[in-house]
């Protein structure tokens, strides 16, 4: 394994690591970092190498129902025993986001008193990918009330944390990212399980977009993906199935018509100021417009969306 591997683990302390699932089935990793402590925080991920090194599983899923704060002090005192042993610790989950980020935020703010916001931008500055689901920050929030007698943290750490009201503006910024990264995701042949799961965190953001800024955000959406896009090449299909499918999951959600969406950015003045190729975003667009046409936007279609059989089904019946 080549050190480029290694860009799905991140250092947060000296002897503290946080990563996904691929790096947990890294021996070379563990070897490398003298790592003997790995905390597993997903249900059906194996522990790679129980043999020949100290597992604490913590099963839960990644929804904001599951309580992962009875957790926090068993997790505190795995790390703290390895530490005292002078050995680094792993935690992961599967994409190292979520979960396991949560359980690093919570040692850290265990660890060094830290507040909340102190905690997580420290594991942020390292690793800009976490973002705990809402009922991970709810937990972390009671976690420093019952540190510090109070909430310290007044800010809003993250789009999920719902204790602060966001503007139009930068919710739709949020759902925007989420966009993208599926788009990315999908032509970069992500497993189903990464862009279900990008799927569900991009329906929780498109939740919170107000009624009348849908056809605002669809318009940035579909600019923003295809500025993604360079040459006409085999990654840019992929791409463009995945801004399909992602603008018929939006556009069911907010049962509003792909085509009638499409027709009216190009008809605005903002898509004429556009510097970009415009012969090959069009042809993009009719793209989009032609595989629309087959979109059943029904209820059903959009149970098989949430179901997210996508690629299996868009492999089976186009060659790109």
Not at 58 to 80: G, L
Not at 84 to 96: A, E, K, P, T, Y
Not at 113 to 134: C, M, W, Y
């Amino acid at each position: 394994m080549t050190s480029c591997s290694f860009k799905s683990t991140h250092k947060i302390t000296p002897n503290l690591y946080l990563g996904d699932a691929k790096i947990a089935r890294s021996k070379y990793f563990f070897e490398n970092n003298n790592i003997h402590g790995i905390i597993n925080v997903t249900s059906n991920e194996p522990n790679a190498y129980p043999e020949s090194n100290d597992y604490l599983r913590v099963n839960i899923y990644d929804k904001p129902s599951e309580q992962i704060r009875p957790f926090f002090q068993h997790v505190f005192e795995f790390i703290r025993r390895h530490h005292s042993l002078g050995h680094s610790v792993l935690v992961h989950c599967q994409m190292g986001i979520s979960r396991s980020a949560t359980l690093v935020i919570a040692y850290l703010m265990i660890d060094g008193h830290k507040t909340l916001g102190e905690a997580f931008q420290q594991a942020k500055s390292v690793r800009q990918q976490i973002d705990p689901n809402e009922g991970f920050i709810r937990q972390l929030r009671e976690l420093e009330i019952s540190l510090f007698g109070q909430t310290m943290t007044l800010e809003r750490i993250t789009f999920l944390d719902l204790s602060i009201e966001e503007s139009s503006k930068v919710v739709m910024d949020h759902v925007l990212i989420a966009l993208e990264d599926f788009v990315a995701a999908f032509a970069d042949d992500a497993s189903l399980q990464t862009l279900d799961m990008l799927k569900d965190k991009l329906l929780r953001l498109a939740d919170k977009v107000k009624r009348d800024n849908v056809t605002d955000l669809l318009f940035h959406g579909i600019c923003k993906c295809l500025r993604m896009l360079g040459d006409d090449d085999s990654l840019d299909a992929e791409a463009r199935i995945g801004l399909q499918q992602a603008l018929s999951v939006l556009c069911t959600f907010y049962n509003v018509d792909i085509k009638d969406c499409l027709d009216n950015l190009t008809n605005t003045k903002e898509w004429n100021d556009l510097c970009i190729d415009v012969p090959l975003v069009n042809r993009w667009i009719n793209y989009l417009r032609d595989k629309s046409s087959s979109v059943d936007t029904s209820e059903t279609e959009f149970n098989r969306i949430s179901n997210f059989d996508i690629k299996k089904d868009i492999y089976s019946t186009n060659n790109y």
